[in-house]
């Protein structure tokens, strides 16, 4: 049993021998028949982990299960059988933290699901910790391309379950990023997307039959990629609760009237991915304000353009986590910083008040700060000759 700490976001750890569950107590036990002259000695080593990388966040880490990996002699054991004996290696992760946040969840989950798991070609078992149902199935399609195996509910599930190999947390690269010199085959965010296409592209395919069966009109289905290439696709990210474009009806007219073929997406917590798939899988443009739901950026085809609206004192995230991303991911990336007249702010400070004029200095006093007056408390009405 060894465990690399070293990374500054997340720790992972790494068993291989005698391997058993013991959801009762959180624990992941080794078991050692190397070590007979030992045998009052009841534990080895004791190490202990939270499989959910970011781990530098003690109010995260509350929501996060803490997992207890132990290596102990199998001679002090009365009885250690399996209920379930696995051929494969299993990777523990947590979908606790901020699982219920589309960033977090392909950010903090997803992304490093991928890079810790794609080596193992699909012979793999997932068992998560803080399971939920609707994550489940919210991202089966993903997880069934990279397992072949059910997942396992660690805490729902109370049988022994036996292992040869295990994996114990999730690497990280980088923010919805992937650093192919620390990939087997150097694989990449491109190959990342390929996976999507190979997980959304079943489902897909499944909702065009079913709309060519219900009209009647395969034909003019099969014309469809012919007509929207009439007109470039620009996709409207819209917002219903804070940062919401407030003159958002405005700007679809104005899109149209430049050119573009026009569609409001209002993603939620319970919108199928596919279908969000399916629609930015053959636009060309996506707009949105600075949020989560601009994750879906990883949907868009290399060559697309993103648009992202910068609210007042959101510069440093928009940038961290959307620009730098973004174009790794080979898309076009165009940032449109608001004015503080554009920001509804405005109609509640003064003209000179230091949180319209110097919103980058102020988002520094604290994350509390910047999250109830710039992430929580704003709205954008864009200047539309200027956003034109």
């Not at 700490?5 to 750890?13: A, F, G, L, P, V």
């Not at 898309?331 to 004029?357: A, V």
Request: a negative charge; charged letters at 25%; one cysteine or more.
């Amino acid at each position: 049993m060894c465990c690399d700490r070293s990374h500054n976001r997340s720790d992972i750890c790494f068993m291989k021998g005698d391997v058993r569950t013991h959801s009762n107590s959180s624990s992941i036990i080794l078991y050692d028949s190397t070590n007979q002259d030992m045998e009052d000695k009841q534990v080895f080593q004791h190490e202990r982990i939270r499989p959910y990388p970011r781990k530098w966040e003690a109010h995260t880490r509350e929501n996060v299960a803490e997992l207890n990996l132990i290596l102990k002699s199998e001679y002090l054991e009365i009885d250690h059988s399996c209920d379930v004996v696995h051929d494969v290696p299993a990777l523990f992760f947590s979908t606790g933290g901020y699982t219920g946040n589309l960033f977090h969840e392909f950010n903090d989950g997803i992304v490093p699901l991928y890079i810790t798991s794609q080596h193992l070609k699909k012979k793999v078992v997932f068992v998560i910790v803080d399971y939920h149902d609707w994550w489940f199935t919210k991202y089966a399609d993903i997880l069934s391309v990279l397992s072949d195996y059910p997942p396992i509910d660690f805490t729902g599930d109370n049988r022994t379950h036996c292992f040869t190999e295990t994996i114990v947390g999730l690497r990280f690269h980088g923010d919805l990023t992937i650093d192919p010199s620390l990939m087997e085959g150097n694989k990449s965010m491109r190959e990342f997307r390929s996976l999507l296409d190979q997980a959304y592209w079943p489902r897909i395919k499944g909702l065009i039959e079913d709309e060519q069966r219900n009209a009647s009109l395969s034909a003019v289905v099969e014309e469809m990629p012919q007509v929207m290439l009439k007109k470039p696709r620009l996709v409207l990210i819209s917002r219903n609760g804070s940062r919401a474009i407030m003159n958002e009806d405005s700007l679809v007219k104005l899109a149209q009237r430049v050119g573009f073929d026009v569609e409001v997406l209002v993603p939620t917590k319970t919108t199928e991915l596919a279908r969000v798939y399916r629609v930015l899988n053959t636009s060309d443009v996506m707009v949105g304000v600075h949020g989560a739901a601009l994750t879906h950026f990883l949907y868009l085809k290399p060559g697309s353009v993103l648009i992202q609206v910068i609210p007042l004192g959101s510069e440093w995230a928009s940038e961290t986590y959307f620009e730098g991303p973004s174009k790794k991911y080979g898309l076009k990336y165009i940032g449109y910083k608001i004015l503080p007249r554009e920001s509804s702010l405005y109609d509640s400070y003064d003209e000179n008040d230091p949180i319209l004029q110097d919103p980058i200095r102020m988002s520094r006093k604290s994350w509390e700060f910047t999250k109830k007056i710039y992430l929580d408390a704003q709205d954008v009405r864009l200047d539309l000759m200027r956003f034109q």
